[in-house]
C-alpha cells in the first residue's frame, strides 16, 4: 500500500502568542489562507501520483481560522479528484479555543482527526501558550478537549516540552 501524508499549512496567523512559535499572531487582517485556487491544485496533484491513501494533515498557525468553508472545499476537491480505490484522510492540530459544536459536526461527518497542542498542566501552559494579550489560554483549550471529547471525536495530543 502506498501512502502520501502531506503536512498542509492552511493558514498563515494564530489566535494565541506561544513563547516557542513563529506562526504569527492574530491580528485582524493579517491572517493569510491558502488559496481555493492552491488547495484545489495541490489536492489533485497529490491524488494524480496514485497513492492508495493520501493524508491532509492540516496545520498553521492555528487553522481553524481558515474557517469552516475552506475546509467543506477541501473535501469537495478531495472528492472531486480521488479515484476509485483510494483513500482519504484529514487530521487537524489545533490549540481547540475556536472549537464549536458546527466545527465537530464537520469534523464527524467527514471523519477529520483534531489533534489539540496542550502544554502541560494550567501553570506551564498558560506562561507557554498566552493569548496576545498575555492571559492564559488554558482553560478554554480544555473547554474544547471536553467538546471533543462529549462527542466521542477521536482525539490525539501535541505538547511541545521546552
Given at each position: 500500500m502506498t501512502q502520501i501524508r502531506a503536512i498542509?499549512?492552511?493558514?498563515?496567523?494564530c489566535n494565541l502568542q506561544c513563547k516557542y512559535c513563529s506562526a504569527g499572531n492574530y491580528i485582524e487582517n493579517s491572517v493569510r489562507v491558502m488559496d481555493f485556487e492552491v488547495l484545489e491544485k495541490m489536492t489533485q496533484d497529490f491524488f494524480l501520483l496514485c497513492p492508495d491513501v493520501v493524508e491532509f494533515f492540516w496545520h498553521g498557525g492555528e487553522p481553524l481560522l481558515a474557517s469552516l468553508d475552506f475546509y467543506q472545499q477541501a473535501v469537495v476537491f478531495q472528492n472531486?479528484?480521488?479515484k476509485n480505490g483510494q483513500s482519504v484522510l484529514n487530521g487537524i492540530q489545533?490549540?481547540?479555543?475556536?472549537?464549536t459544536d458546527e466545527w465537530l459536526d464537520f469534523f464527524q461527518k467527514h471523519d477529520f482527526r483534531p489533534g489539540?497542542?496542550?502544554d502541560g498542566p494550567q501553570s506551564?501552559?498558560?506562561?507557554?501558550?498566552?493569548?496576545?494579550g498575555g492571559q492564559?489560554?488554558?482553560?478554554h483549550v480544555?473547554?474544547?478537549i471536553r467538546l471533543i471529547q462529549?462527542?466521542?471525536v477521536p482525539l490525539s495530543v501535541c505538547t511541545v516540552v521546552t
Open positions: 498542509v499549512k492552511a493558514v498563515s496567523g472531486r479528484y480521488r489545533s490549540n481547540a479555543v475556536l472549537i489539540v497542542s496542550i506551564i501552559h498558560n506562561k507557554q501558550r498566552p493569548y496576545v492564559g489560554s488554558f482553560d480544555m473547554r474544547g462529549d462527542r466521542g
